[in-house]
């Protein structure tokens, strides 16, 4: 079966239409060929511009990523000038708190001998045992011993807790001084990229706000925070370190005055002890004189007094034998007048002799227990004074301790004018 085709007629077009329709596509052409010049010339100014501002961009970010590493190192070398400053102070401030617990320790020798000076002059017998010069001085030294031990305690705690906070000040500059570098790697690292190197990529989210990220102006107030925290700790470990010097001189200058005036009061108090014995054994000596003496006057007073009782033996027995005469003989006549006024007198006499003899016994008992007041308190003197010496010998560490002074005055001439270099060695 076939197909019957039909075809569309051609359609003829006058020529005005023509003519219109070569103009409208020359028309056309041009609109085209001049969207593509400008297009080009659009595109080469863009593409010079963005060459430009990248160019420059680039620079910029180079030369803020030069500045900050600049700022970087400047910080890390004042951070690191503070650091090797603050191990210094840390080095200095142990070698005073240990010269300064050196002291301390020093400080038991004159607080064990001062203690057993005191014990020991407790020890004293009778009217010796008393609250004299001496002992308010050792007792004040003992109180000025005690003083300089708890300052120098305090001292030593206050130098311990500042180590600490040195040591934490350190740890502090150290990280920074450690973060600082390791930013100044970084950015030295990002400063020599460029576009032809390799490993160089997209990455995801370049411009986010990356975590824990702080602002530049917290970043610089915590730079001036950490180095003013150092500079202030310094200034005080400095103030210190110069405390700790002051009250170790100030505490030995103080122990050597108490000690000095101690040691003056305990030497005029041996002197005034041995004035006092030397006196004792000056009356004692006129006292065993003098009851020698009296010894020897009873003795004399006896011999009179039996004497005497001859004496009244002899008149007695005249009168009573003349009473025996005969008659008108036995007259009252001067004889026996005479010979009753002796008897009277010789009674009298031995009256006040035995009366005498027993005041020169009871002088002499009086004495005698005098004497042994005057033996114990001699005891008692020379025991204190043996006791004052014992002191001053066992004071004599003292001086050859950690707070003694220059062994003679040529020594301490020479410390006080400093002359210890300048004077050859013997």
Known sequence: MSVVTFEKPIQHISLSDWHAKQWQNQQTNDTRRADAFNLRHESRQLRNETKI??????????????????????????????????DKEIAALKDEKFSTERELDALGIPLNV???????????????????????????????????????????????????KLEEVRFRLNL???????????????????????NISYKTDPLRIVKNSIPYEAWLEHSKHV??????????????????????ERARNDLRAQR???????RKRIYETQKARNELDWQQFKMREEMEKLLKEIKTLEDALLAKTDGLKLCETRLENRAYRPGFELARDEAESGLKNEVTQLRQTRNDLINKINCAKATYNALENQQVIIDTDLANKSHSLMTDIRCLDMRIRLRTGEFAGPATDTDRNIQLTRMEQEIPPT
């Not at 990523?65 to 700022?71: F, G, H, P, S, V």
């Not at 000095?260 to 305990?266: E, M, P, Q, S």
């Open 53 to 86: 501002r990248t160019e420059w961009d680039t620079y910029h970010n180079n030369v803020r990523l030069a500045d900050r590493i600049t700022e970087l190192d400047r910080w890390r070398d004042a951070l690191r000038s503070c650091l090797e400053r603050v």
């Open 114 to 164: 001062v203690a057993e000076c005191i014990s020991m002059r407790d020890n004293r017998q009778g009217a010796e045992l008393t609250y004299d010069d001496g002992d308010t001085e050792l007792k004040r030294e003992l109180c000025v011993v005690e003083s300089v031990k708890k300052l120098l305690v305090e001292r030593c705690q206050a130098a311990w807790e500042k180590l600490n």
């Open 176 to 198: 920074e001084v450690n973060d600082k570098t390791e930013a100044i790697e970084i950015d030295k690292d990002q400063l020599t990229l460029d576009k032809n190197c390799a």
């Open 227 to 248: 180095k003013e925290l150092a500079d202030n700790e310094l200034a005080d470990t400095h103030k210190l370190r110069e405390a700790l010097f002051v009250v170790r």
């Open 260 to 266: 000095d005036r101690a040691d003056f009061t305990l």
